[in-house]
Structures are given as structure tokens and as C-alpha cells.
């Protein structure tokens, strides 16, 4: 048996031999990215966010503004009653009307209500010619048979007519939520793109400049940096009213000051560099060695810090809802959808756990491909 541990013949072609694939920046950036798992679940939980948003809309059966106060607070998973017949369900609704549910799972219509019965704690409903009487004496209600007080068999089923339920006003919240979700990412993107070219521009011009110009731009942006900005959202909402324009107006006014001082930073470390002094030496302009030269060269850091950007985004537009000076109804945010759940918290809170789940799983993703994107652009961790 041959020794494992024998050294293999090499000859000249061999040691001039390159075993490790060659790849370009592009290609060593997904290489080093896609070797993080959380930035990749990242990656696809945006991607699906997108498709869920922009064309899941075209497959549902109602409208962000459709109304039906009959469906009201109705959650996802319902506890029903078998009717007499035992060929549906029975579902009490909050408002103490009995829906008469399909087989399927399906809502179909509110029984008639024939009579009240004070004195028993009972409203009797007609269903198909048979009486059956909601009883409110206890809670949960129940629903009997009047004459013997039997209780109907208990069951529970989804909701197929509503998948995540309804609101207060009855309005599918599956629905809702696509539009919402759509609605404030396209606020963040949009806001993102604003503050993007602004601090590239603002930031890029100090940094590269210097000197006086660089420390008049710089105090602004600290004298900037200085009102809380939250507050300073607030006000420029109340002034300009509520609206999608508005919201990326005031979005777009103050958050580009982080992504100056990251562009500043980075330009005043590559300035110094042998490929700006030979664009300088070439005759090269301002303009030319800003933003082909040093600008790109940037672009690692701006990209990560426009991914932590689209987040706090979308949380301020939503938090912009939720006190109401956001979009206002009819309209559906994220932010919106969780200030009119507030009201029906307790009986409903079905209502608030789809848009905050949104949002944090918007979160979560974002900064997951934030994350990854630094460890990939990052030379100094390259192996």
C-alpha cells in the first residue's frame, strides 16, 4: 500500500498553475455574502416582501376600502357552533349576531333575529326555518336550543373567506396589510434614494474640499444632528399636512446627515490615495475625481448604510401613522392598520399582530443584508 504521506511530483507547469478561481469585485462581494445564512434569509424575506406587496393585491377578492360592518372583528380562527342541520357553522360576533359559516369555512350571511328574550338572556335567530337562540347569560355566549337549553357541539375552524380576519369597519386585513406593506416600503425606498444622493453629494464635496469648506459644511450638519429628529419629522408633517409627498419631504430633509458623514469619512481616506494624485496629475477636474474616482470607491459603505436607512424608514413612516398624522384613512400603511387596531386591542387583537409582525420582519431583514453586505465589502475580512 502506497504512503499517503509521500510529497506528489511537481513539475514547472504545475507551479505556475493558479488553483483558486479568479473572480471579480462583483462576484467576490456574493461570494462572501451568501456565505452568511442570516443576510441570505435576509435577502429572500425582502424579495418575498416585494412580491407580496406589489402583486399579491391582484389576487385577492377585495379592496383596501371595501367595507362590510356585517364582517366586522372578525378574527382569522373561529370558535363556531354546529347548526341543527350539522351542514354549517354558527359564529357569534362581537356586536352578538350569529354568521352563518359554510361547510368550507367560508362566511356566508347574518341570520335574521326574531325575537328577544330578556328574561332568559336570550336573542333567538332564525336559521332555515329553525330557531336557535344566542345565549348572552354567560362568557363566552353560547348558543342553545331554546326549548331544551341544550348546547350546540363546539368547533373550531379557519377563516377562508378572511385569511388574517377583518377590521373594525369589516375591511379584509390580508388586503390591507399588501397595500400597507407596499405603501411603507415604498416611502422608505424612495426616502433612501432622497437621502442617498444628497449626503453623497453633500458629504462627498466636504470631505473632498477640506479646509474651511469642509468645517462650515460639517457645523451645519452637527447644528442639524443637534434637533432631535423625530420632533422635527413631526413638525414638518403638521406643516406640510398629511400625504406620501409629505411624508418623504420630511424624511428626505433630515435624515441625510448619517449618510454625509459616512460619504465625508470615506472621501477623506481615499484622497489621499496614488490613483487620486495621478487623476490630479492627468489634469482631471473636481468633479471627475469626486464622483468617478472616489465616490465609487465608497460605494461599500453606502450601500451598507443605506440598507440601515430603509428600516428606520419605514419604522418612522409607521410611527408617523400610528399617532395619526401619517396617511390617513382610507388609505392603509403599516402605521395606519396599527392605530386603528388600538381602539378594539383587547377583543381584537388580530388586528395589531399582522402589521407589527410586518414591520418586524421588515426589520430584521434589512438589517440581516445590512450586516452581510459590510462583512462582504469589507477587504480587511476577506479570506
Not at 38 to 64: D, Q
Request: glycine share 8%.
Amino acid at each position: 500500500m502506497d504512503n499517503k504521506w509521500d510529497l506528489l511530483e511537481t513539475t514547472d507547469a504545475d507551479r505556475e498553475r493558479i488553483y483558486a478561481k479568479s473572480r471579480t469585485f462583483t462576484q467576490d462581494v456574493w461570494f462572501r455574502f451568501r456565505k452568511k445564512p442570516t443576510a441570505i434569509a435576509g435577502f429572500i424575506i425582502i424579495l418575498i416582501l416585494l412580491i407580496f406587496a406589489g402583486i399579491g393585491p391582484t389576487f385577492t377578492n377585495y379592496n383596501y376600502v371595501d367595507q362590510n360592518l356585517a364582517m366586522s372583528n372578525i378574527p382569522p380562527l373561529l370558535k363556531v357552533f354546529v347548526s341543527p342541520d350539522q351542514k354549517s357553522y354558527l359564529y357569534i360576533t362581537q356586536s352578538l349576531k350569529i354568521i352563518n359559516i359554510n361547510s368550507d369555512g367560508t362566511l356566508n350571511t347574518q341570520l335574521s333575529k326574531v325575537r328577544e328574550e330578556t328574561e332568559k338572556k336570550m336573542t333567538i335567530f332564525d336559521y332555515n326555518g329553525t330557531e336557535v337562540a344566542l345565549y348572552y347569560g354567560v362568557n363566552p355566549y353560547l348558543i342553545v336550543d331554546e326549548p331544551t337549553g341544550d348546547i350546540y357541539e363546539k368547533k373550531t375552524i379557519w377563516n377562508k373567506s378572511y385569511i388574517l380576519g377583518t377590521d373594525s369597519l369589516g375591511r379584509d386585513i390580508l388586503t390591507r396589510l399588501m397595500y400597507g406593506t407596499r405603501v411603507s416600503m415604498t416611502v422608505a425606498f424612495i426616502a433612501a434614494f432622497v437621502n442617498m444622493i444628497v449626503g453623497i453629494i453633500y458629504g462627498g464635496i466636504s470631505g473632498y474640499m477640506g479646509s474651511k469648506v469642509d468645517m462650515v459644511m460639517m457645523r451645519i450638519v452637527d447644528i442639524i444632528s443637534t434637533i432631535p429628529l423625530t420632533l422635527y419629522v413631526i413638525l414638518v408633517m403638521v406643516i406640510l399636512g398629511s400625504g406620501l409627498q409629505s411624508i418623504v419631504i420630511a424624511l428626505g430633509s433630515v435624515y441625510w446627515v448619517n449618510m454625509a458623514r459616512v460619504v465625508r469619512g470615506q472621501v477623506l481616506s481615499l484622497k489621499e490615495q496614488e490613483f487620486v494624485i495621478v487623476a490630479k496629475t492627468l489634469g482631471s477636474s473636481t468633479s471627475t475625481i469626486l464622483f468617478k474616482h472616489l465616490i465609487p470607491n465608497a460605494m461599500g459603505s453606502i450601500l451598507v448604510t443605506v440598507t440601515m436607512l430603509i428600516p428606520s424608514a419605514i419604522f418612522m413612516e409607521a410611527f408617523l401613522g400610528y399617532i395619526g398624522i401619517g396617511l390617513q384613512p382610507p388609505l392603509a400603511s403599516l402605521g395606519t392598520m396599527c392605530n386603528e387596531a388600538t381602539a378594539a386591542l383587547r377583543t381584537s387583537p388580530h388586528t395589531l399582530l399582522a402589521p407589527a409582525l410586518v414591520i418586524c420582519i421588515i426589520m430584521f431583514a434589512f438589517n440581516f443584508v445590512g450586516d452581510g453586505l459590510r462583512d462582504a465589502l469589507d477587504p480587511k475580512l476577506k479570506k
